[in-house]
């Protein structure tokens, strides 16, 4: 009864901040930030960014496990529908299929669009760099992500700086040992009610949401590739990968359409 009660008290703070249009990374406690550089924090989005190719729209995913998958290969100027997976540095021409390098010479961030009435600029993409010291170079750094099925979601768990446990909820920090679907589940799952209260906690979770390249889409759920604002040099670009048993930096094709997490600067 105690343990339903919780859950229930929860859900209803978590749907008032929603009300009032809050970030995910802010609750009762203040904000919940997470530090990409020894001086440099942000909060995150409330989920993956989402573009309406036919309204010109931006918006971020409802929910932190939403993504679109297979429909992204509908990707077109005059497509009634939402697209999240998106080439490098195409904030201006965001359903560009373009396979030729030379369209990709000139980073334009999402976050300079107005999303969801933000002010252009409010939101940026993460460089490299501090994709890296998140992940591995801030203080507690190894304790503070890990693999998980969330609501039937697999992808990446990431905790804000001096996280603590909401009671009643165990979270499992690391990876697997195996790459494949099942093993995000093997390593933690969790309901929709356990992933709300640990979501109230500060969590940020990024679903294993696919990749595209032209129109058609990888469409088997076991990584997730994110786009950063690095060019590692004229051919390639920097992106965030994650799989159930390891996630970090890599290069990749400016060409792939990827998924698009924004940040806030504190």
């Not at 905790?159 to 995000?184: C, M, R, T, V």
Request: charged content about 20%; aromatic content about 12%.
């Amino acid at each position: 009864m105690k343990t339903k009660l919780l859950i229930m008290t929860t859900l209803a703070v978590a749907c008032a901040f929603a009300f009032l249009g809050c970030d995910v990374n802010k609750n009762a406690n203040g904000i919940k930030a997470f530090s990409v550089d020894k001086e440099k924090q942000v909060i995150f989005s409330k989920g993956n960014l989402q573009y309406h190719p036919l309204n010109n729209e931006w918006r971020f995913a409802p929910n932190q496990t939403d993504y679109i998958g297979d429909a992204n290969s509908n990707v077109a100027p005059d497509y009634d529908g939402w697209v999240d997976l998106f080439c490098w540095g195409t904030g201006a021409n965001p359903t560009n299929v373009s396979n030729d390098y030379n369209d990709y010479q000139i980073f334009t961030d999402w976050g300079r669009n107005e999303i969801e009435g933000n002010m252009m600029g409010t939101w940026r993409t993460l460089t490299s760099d501090e994709w890296i010291y998140l992940l591995d170079r801030r203080k507690n750094a190894k304790n503070l992500k890990g693999i998980a099925q969330v609501n039937g979601v697999n992808g990446l768990i990431i905790l804000p700086d001096n996280w603590k446990a909401p009671q009643g909820i165990i979270f499992k920090p690391s990876f697997h040992h195996e790459q494949s679907i099942e093993a995000y589940r093997q390593h933690q799952t969790l309901t929709a009610e356990q992933w709300a209260i640990l979501e109230q906690s500060g969590a940020i979770f990024l679903p294993a949401a696919l990749s595209r390249i032209g129109t058609v889409v990888n469409s088997i759920p076991t990584y997730g590739h994110y786009w950063t604002s690095t060019i590692d040099d004229g051919f390639t670009r920097c992106h965030f990968y994650l799989y159930s048993n390891e996630a970090g930096v890599g290069i990749c094709s400016p060409y792939v359409g990827m998924s698009v997490r924004l940040v806030k600067n504190l």
